[in-house]
């Protein structure tokens, strides 16, 4: 069955393009559009999408709130869309409540169309996906909210974690993928991917990108990190 994919942003313009990029793909059919918010809730539970591609800015209710409602009402049936959020550098500060609003996804909207349809097929197989060059300005962005590396400590919450989960979690706040990981450790996907399953569980989080959001809570990465 092909990926149902509900477009939501209030330039029609760039629902046209998305459908455009989306269609040429056999393995990914648009089912709906929606300009707001609002509609955006309506069209998900009458289309039952497995992806609704959510933008932030957006007339009466926004992504971020449209987001947190439809996650919130899925959750409570047994039909459960991914949102798979598209942002522009000017609206970085909608990002971590997004994240914690549900979405399973972060990318930029000059991602190219490759990136975007993998990105797509990796959120309806229920990963989660952050683009590390959002997750790089992120962490710009908030880095003088963040302890120094001398003054940090780790949270007694991450104390549940072996030192390599631990290693993994900062390598997932910063964006890099199950593969880049385990190049970066001389180990296996199949090891990385058992780590990051461990590192999910002993901290009680649905998927990568609550662990992002953790990492910047909690100040794990070092402000200004960039490998």
Do not use: C, W
């Not at 707001?36 to 992504?63: F, N, Y």
């Not at 990568?208 to 990492?215: G, I, K, T």
Request: proline share 5%.
């Amino acid at each position: 069955m092909p990926i149902r994919v509900l477009l939501v942003d209030d330039q029609p313009l760039l629902r046209t393009g998305f459908r455009f990029i989306l269609e040429a793909e056999q393995d990914v059919t648009v089912v709906g559009e929606a300009g707001d918010g609002a509609t955006a809730m309506e069209q998900s539970r009458a289309l039952l999408p497995d992806v609704v591609l959510m933008d932030i800015r957006m007339p009466g209710m926004d992504g971020i709130e449209a987001t947190r409602r439809i996650v919130r009402e899925a959750s409570a049936s047994a039909h459960v869309p991914k949102v798979l959020v598209l942002t522009t550098f000017d609206l970085d500060e909608y990002i971590v409540e997004a994240l914690r609003a549900g979405a399973s996804g972060f990318l930029l909207k000059d991602v190219p169309p490759d990136d975007l349809v993998q990105a797509i097929r990796v959120v309806a197989g229920g990963e989660a996906i952050v683009a590390p060059s959002v997750t790089r300005r992120l962490l710009d962005r908030f880095a003088n909210r963040l302890p120094s590396a001398q003054e940090r400590a780790v949270p007694a919450r991450l104390d549940r974690l072996t030192e390599r989960e631990l290693e993994v979690l900062q390598l997932i706040a910063k964006g890099m993928s199950n593969a880049e990981i385990a190049a970066k450790l001389v180990v296996s996907e199949t090891t990385v991917k058992t780590h990051v399953g461990n590192v999910l569980t002993k901290l009680s989080l649905r998927d990568r990108v609550q662990a992002v959001v953790l990492a910047y809570e909690t100040g794990l990465i070092t402000p200004g990190a960039r490998s």
